[in-house]
């Protein structure tokens, strides 16, 4: 299924601090980027529990972006690194799972780095663009194949 | 014919330790016997399919199914008793979450095949035969049952009423649950049975030594080193997965030194145990650096998805079908 007008949905998750100012930032600078982002906002990365993620890919979400503070500069001091390391654990299980680990993004973002930001999701776009839909994960062959026609 | 109520136990795709822990119960399983009758145990007793097809709809009371579904022919008959029995349990970790079977899920049907029937090291099999659903040879027909492309939780094919947890139930979870189905007194649908609503932390005997923040530069495996006595087993970096996981089995592993692999499966609240397990041992890493993370993943877990979706994978959010009762 090579779909040459495919349009990612993405999901991005959003510290209330840093990257998600960034993004409101971008937005009334009028620095434009790919409408395939949807934002959720957390009060911190910290907040992201890794069941959120499995969920989004479940229910149809090409790529997760979680956007956090910079080291050091978390508003609750450690939170950001707690996303770090379950964002690195998590990656090594999606992998197994059979989906592509691309799909998972992490970037510090600051709340004056709406630029960045910008930056950030054409160039998740682009590359989920060249993965294609979640459903060609083989993880999704799996489950797809099974809802379809009866489990054969 | 007698009054008591009937009850029937079926395996599917289990190593028989469900089983094995009915015939546990020993002398309390005359009580069981005095109060219900065994219509179906293909494992201890000599019954067969058509003895349960026989039976009106609903005459069973309850049916305990053990095992995960992995072919056509364990949904077949999870399917008859679920249409015989009023009552259907899920017992034990493979019918509840899908169990150490489940695994299997992040493997192809293909792969699978191809390692059994060609790859594996001890396989001898020069004319590459695999198992067909249908084989025909001199006009005969055979026809064994179907390999599914993946493993299933039995809720995920069948609608279950109750769970017990565990690899395998213990003698007490076994029967406090049964006599539980016996009171009459039943919680609501849905509801595991016979083990605690607490993580396994609150009735371990080490929750003392455990202090209040724990982080770790390292984690130990248990194969390659010996944990110390009396003392909590995360502390000393062992990924023990108590306080995630449901209480309900004494912590038997960790009182023999093992430490907890998540086998009574996930706290009320929990949807996906894996993504919970991580999320918490992730957090225990004591490390700012991207490299140093990785390499304390990487060095400790050949397979972490063995480790935190140890009996579990199949009810993994992402493997999870909407559509339970249809069969997926």
């Not at chain 1, 663009?129 to 060609?136: D, M, V, Y």
């Not at chain 2, 489940?102 to 191809?114: T, V």
């Not at chain 2, 139930?169 to 649950?177: D, H, L």
């Not at chain 2, 649908?189 to 030594?209: I, M, R």
């Amino acid at each position: 299924m090579k779909d040459n007008n495919f349009e990612p949905k993405l999901l991005g998750i959003f510290c209330n601090w840093c990257t998600y100012l960034a993004a409101d930032l971008a937005g009334v600078s009028r620095m434009d980027y790919p409408a395939n982002l949807r934002i959720v906002r957390t009060m911190c990365s910290g907040r992201i529990d890794p069941q959120f993620i499995l969920w989004a890919f479940r229910n149809g979400a090409d790529g997760v972006l979680i956007g956090g503070c910079h080291p050091g500069d978390c508003h609750y001091i450690e939170g950001n690194y707690k996303t770090l390391r379950r964002y690195k654990f998590l990656k090594r299980i999606l992998k197994e799972m059979g989906i592509n680990e691309k799909r998972l993004r992490l970037e510090w973002i600051s709340a004056s780095e709406g630029e960045k930001l910008q930056r950030v999701v054409k160039e998740f776009v682009e590359e989920i663009k060249k993965l294609g839909p979640i459903s060609n994960d083989d993880a999704f062959k799996k489950v797809l194949t099974s809802t379809k026609g009866g489990k054969k | 014919m007698s009054k008591k109520p009937k009850i029937a136990l079926y395996w599917c795709a289990s190593c028989g330790g469900c089983e094995e822990a009915v015939v546990d119960l020993a002398e309390d399983i005359l009580q069981v016997v005095e109060k219900a009758e065994i219509v179906f145990w293909p494992v201890a007793m000599d019954f067969k399919r058509k003895d349960v097809e026989n039976l009106k709809d609903g005459e069973i009371l309850v049916s305990f199914i053990n095992g995960a579904v992995r072919t056509s022919e364990q949904e077949e008959m999870v399917k008859l008793l679920r249409k015989k029995s009023k009552i259907v349990i899920a017992f034990g970790s493979c019918a509840y979450t899908g169990g150490i079977p489940g695994l299997a899920n992040s493997y192809s049907k293909e792969e699978i095949m191809n390692y059994y029937y060609k790859e594996g090291i001890t396989v001898f099999n020069p004319e590459d035969k695999k198992p067909t659903p249908q084989y025909i040879e001199k006009n005969l027909s055979f026809e064994i049952p179907e390999f599914y492309e993946r493993v299933y939780a039995l809720d995920q094919v069948i609608d279950v009423d109750y769970y017990i947890p565990g690899c395998a139930p213990t003698r007490n979870v076994v029967k406090n649950s049964i006599f539980t189905l016996f009171s009459g007194n039943l919680p609501p649908k849905g509801s595991v049975l016979g083990a605690s609503s607490k993580a396994l932390c609150n009735e371990c005997p080490l929750n003392d030594t455990k202090p209040e923040k724990i982080t770790l530069k390292e984690f130990k495996r248990i194969d390659k080193n010996q944990p110390e006595k009396d003392k909590c087993l995360l502390i000393q970096g062992f990924a023990c997965l108590g306080p995630v996981t449901r209480g309900g089995c004494e912590a038997l592993c960790v009182k023999a030194s093992y430490p907890c692999t998540g086998c009574f499966g996930p706290l009320d609240g929990i949807e996906d145990y894996g993504a919970k397990a991580l999320s918490f041992l992730a957090s225990l890493i004591d490390s700012k650096d991207e490299g140093e993370i990785e390499n304390i993943i990487n060095e400790w877990m050949p397979n972490p998805l063995g480790i935190v979706y140890k009996y579990s994978l199949p009810k993994s959010l992402i493997f999870e079908t909407k559509n339970k009762k249809n069969g997926g």
